[in-house]
């Protein structure tokens, strides 16, 4: 009686989600190295799945060309909500709008499931080796023939592309590092491998508390309630100049039944609603921002748009 019991529960919990009623793990892809806002999220989001479907997740780190090695292959698995992932900003409205793209359309051959939250990026330097300002770095990327290195998550993730934007804004020769998430950048920008780093938030907070790194500024309009003290890069000394914060969302292939596509996004709506995921998402040093699978569709749609202008306008990146 016992076991039949629980089992019209677990079929209940599923509800019309019948391709979730399986006991195989759920798998999570995280196209980023392990220590960074991506892979945290991920991991929340994968622990309380695990308790409200009553299912195993495990999270796969699949890292490379700026987090859209680990999407691509999130579109070949089969579409029945058992594999998920994580993209974010880069990947998801920046690539598929730059010249020569791959033809991947993480739009068209991924389902939206939830936004997630939002991110803000941050420039930091080595307090020994790199600026104590923007307007230093500026002029120091300025001053000498090979310019100022900085490092960022990859090709034409959001915290690359920002830098190119602030080049083209100042004339400042910026050179571009490339690697494979925030993490592994900021563990070289600690070590003096690099002066300096756009990366997102998450990665940088604790060391920029602790005083290893130096936060120049954020390329948002306003401050983040997260860091009120850093300045936006306007503020910092370019007038002007802002760009909006990243954002993580949570995707499964094309071709998922809707079902279960609705009954995960609610899932995590009801997750991310709560105290403790709150506070959890805050040490990420982000901000919850979710959105059900509809409404996240309509905001992918409409910044790939803004994208696809802005780069138009953008002379090739490095």
């Given at each position: 009686?016992?076991?039949?019991?629980?089992?019209?529960?677990?079929?209940?919990?599923?509800g019309?989600?019948?391709?979730q009623?399986?006991?195989?793990?759920?798998?999570i892809?995280?196209?980023?190295?392990?220590?960074?806002?991506?892979?945290?999220?991920?991991?929340?989001?994968?622990?309380?799945?695990?308790l409200?479907?009553?299912?195993?997740?495990?999270?796969?780190?699949?890292?490379?060309?700026?987090?859209?090695?680990?999407?691509?292959?999130?579109?070949?698995?089969?579409?029945?909500?058992d594999t998920?992932?994580?993209?974010?900003?880069?990947?998801?409205?920046?690539?598929?709008?730059?010249?020569?793209?791959?033809?991947?359309?993480?739009?068209?051959?991924?389902?939206?499931?939830?936004?997630?939250?939002?991110?803000?990026?941050?420039?930091?330097?080595?307090?020994?080796?790199?600026?104590?300002?923007?307007?230093?770095?500026?002029?120091?990327?300025?001053?000498?023939?090979?310019?100022?290195?900085?490092?960022?998550?990859?090709?034409?993730?959001?915290?690359?592309?920002?830098?190119?934007?602030?080049?083209?804004?100042?004339?400042?020769?910026?050179?571009?590092?490339?690697?494979?998430?925030s993490?592994?950048?900021?563990?070289?920008?600690?070590?003096?491998?690099?002066?300096?780093?756009?990366?997102?938030?998450?990665?940088?907070?604790?060391?920029?508390?602790?005083g290893r790194?130096?936060a120049l500024?954020?390329p948002?309009?306003?401050?983040?309630?997260?860091?009120?003290?850093?300045?936006?890069?306007?503020?910092?000394?370019?007038?002007g100049?802002?760009?909006?914060?990243?954002?993580i969302?949570?995707?499964?292939?094309?071709?998922?039944?809707?079902?279960?596509?609705?009954r995960?996004?609610?899932?995590?709506?009801?997750?991310?609603?709560?105290?403790?995921?709150?506070?959890?998402?805050?040490?990420?040093?982000?901000e919850?921002?979710?959105?059900?699978?509809?409404?996240?569709?309509?905001?992918?749609?409409?910044?790939?748009?803004?994208?696809?202008?802005?780069?138009?306008?953008?002379?090739?990146?490095?």
């Amino acid at each position: 009686m016992r076991r039949t019991a629980l089992i019209l529960a677990m079929l209940a919990l599923a509800g019309p989600a019948a391709a979730q009623t399986s006991q195989k793990p759920i798998e999570i892809i995280v196209p980023f190295a392990p220590g960074a806002s991506a892979d945290g999220i991920a991991r929340l989001i994968g622990q309380d799945l695990g308790l409200r479907l009553g299912r195993p997740v495990t999270i796969e780190n699949k890292a490379g060309a700026g987090g859209t090695l680990g999407l691509v292959a999130l579109a070949k698995a089969p579409p029945d909500g058992d594999t998920l992932a994580v993209g974010a900003t880069g990947a998801l409205v920046i690539s598929p709008n730059l010249p020569g793209a791959t033809g991947f359309d993480p739009l068209r051959e991924l389902a939206p499931v939830a936004k997630l939250i939002e991110i803000p990026i941050v420039v930091v330097a080595n307090p020994d080796s790199g600026p104590k300002t923007i307007a230093e770095m500026i002029a120091r990327a300025k001053q000498g023939p090979n310019g100022l290195s900085y490092g960022s998550t990859g090709v034409n993730s959001g915290q690359h592309l920002v830098m190119e934007f602030l080049k083209k804004a100042t004339g400042a020769n910026l050179v571009h590092v490339p690697y494979r998430g925030s993490a592994p950048a900021v563990t070289d920008l600690l070590g003096g491998q690099i002066p300096l780093a756009s990366v997102d938030l998450t990665s940088a907070l604790p060391h920029i508390a602790a005083g290893r790194l130096i936060a120049l500024g954020v390329p948002s309009a306003k401050r983040t309630s997260l860091a009120p003290d850093i300045p936006t890069i306007a503020e910092a000394g370019v007038p002007g100049f802002a760009r909006a914060a990243g954002f993580i969302g949570l995707f499964a292939p094309a071709g998922t039944p809707r079902p279960v596509i609705r009954r995960l996004s609610a899932t995590i709506g009801e997750m991310l609603a709560t105290p403790d995921a709150k506070a959890k998402v805050k040490l990420l040093a982000a901000e919850a921002a979710y959105a059900d699978d509809e409404t996240f569709a309509a905001f992918l749609a409409s910044e790939s748009a803004r994208w696809k202008e802005a780069l138009a306008a953008m002379p090739a990146s490095n």
